[in-house]
């Protein structure tokens, strides 16, 4: 019984030291150590790609390659 005890006691001890570290690092500080509001990621830029002239072009097209 104490060895089951034991192992569901150090089971919510991990359990609860993982989880209060996924939310820490969710949470944003200035230069001061204050906490703030966490920027906004910037959105994904579509991908662009260019014919074999040179010239931008949908990458569906034939003969299109992604631009790096």
């Known amino acids: ?11 919510a ?9 996924a939310l ?3 949470q944003c500080r200035d230069s001061k150590g204050k906490f703030i ?4 990621t910037a959105p994904a830029k579509p991908q662009q790609c260019k014919d ?6 949908k990458c569906g097209a034939p003969g299109a390659k992604p631009v790096k």
Do not use: E, N
């Open 13 to 21: 001890f991990a359990l609860s030291a993982f989880g209060s570290s």
């Open 24 to 26: 820490a690092d969710k």
């Open 37 to 40: 509001k966490c920027p906004a």
């Open 52 to 57: 074999a002239k040179g010239k931008f072009v």
């Open 1 to 11: 019984m104490s060895k089951s005890l034991s192992l569901a006691v150090a089971l």
